[in-house]
């Protein structure tokens, strides 16, 4: 079964403090992965995919196919970080969903 | 360059009734996908939208369809409203062959079902 797993409902770290977001997919192909954030009041929105290898605002996430984990970490929390975040799965094959896990709040406390 | 707006914002319904539901694209996007997401939960596809036709659907009853217009916007429409229906509309669109830069979302309608 296709499915994208956020053990953490809530996260709550220091400002300054590393943060990492669990994410964990089970796909028997290879899959592309996706991180997307919404801020509070604010709509949901894309925040890094694993084939641009790219940090935004920070934030880095790896893809581990031996661990079929796709964590999303920043070494330093800052205030505007605590938001939602959804890690998100793509099959790369037959269909054009994508499959969401249940989300991580993360909470960056002062 | 304009985003993804839904409409309504919110919406209350009776249970047994039909509701639409409308989403117009981003400027230049070709193809419109809809998630359900309850609360608490991640969202849930729905179906997806390419030149005007079904194109991908997710395990949904068939009384949730929809439509896409010549200008890439489009309708979600549920019939025969039940209280699990009650839940955030998610509309995303999407350039065709480009999925892997992933959705622009909109805000959402959030229907309720009593």
């Known amino acids: 079964a296709q499915r994208v797993t956020q053990p953490e409902k809530l996260l709550s770290v220091f400002k300054g403090a590393p943060v990492e977001l669990k994410c964990n997919y089970s796909y028997s192909g290879s899959p592309e992965l996706f991180w997307y954030v919404q801020y509070s009041r604010q709509r949901l929105q894309l925040l890094l995919r694993h084939i641009s290898r790219e940090s935004i605002k920070g934030f880095t996430a790896d893809l581990n196919k031996g661990e079929t984990s796709f964590h999303l970490k920043k070494p330093f929390a800052q205030e505007e970080d605590s938001a939602m975040y959804y890690c998100?799965?793509?099959?790369?094959?037959?269909?054009?969903?994508?499959?969401f896990g249940t989300g991580t709040r993360l909470k960056v406390l002062a | 360059e304009t985003g993804v707006t839904q409409s309504p914002t919110h919406l209350i319904k009776t249970r047994g009734q039909q509701v639409t539901l409308r989403c117009s694209s981003q400027?230049?996007?070709?193809?419109v996908s809809w998630y359900q997401q309850a609360l608490g939960q991640g969202p849930q596809f729905i179906f997806q939208y390419y030149r005007e036709e079904e194109n991908g659907r997710g395990n949904f009853p068939p009384r949730f369809s929809g439509l896409q217009f010549p200008n890439y916007s489009s309708e979600l429409n549920v019939n025969a409203l039940e209280l699990d229906d009650s839940a955030l509309y998610l509309c995303?669109?999407?350039?065709?062959?480009?999925?892997?830069?992933?959705?622009?979302f909109g805000s959402g309608t959030r229907l309720t079902v009593v």
């Open positions: 995303a669109s999407s350039l065709a062959g480009e999925s892997s830069y992933g959705y622009t």
């Open positions: 998100a799965l793509r099959p790369t094959s037959g269909t054009y969903k994508y499959i």
């Open positions: 400027s230049g996007h070709n193809t």
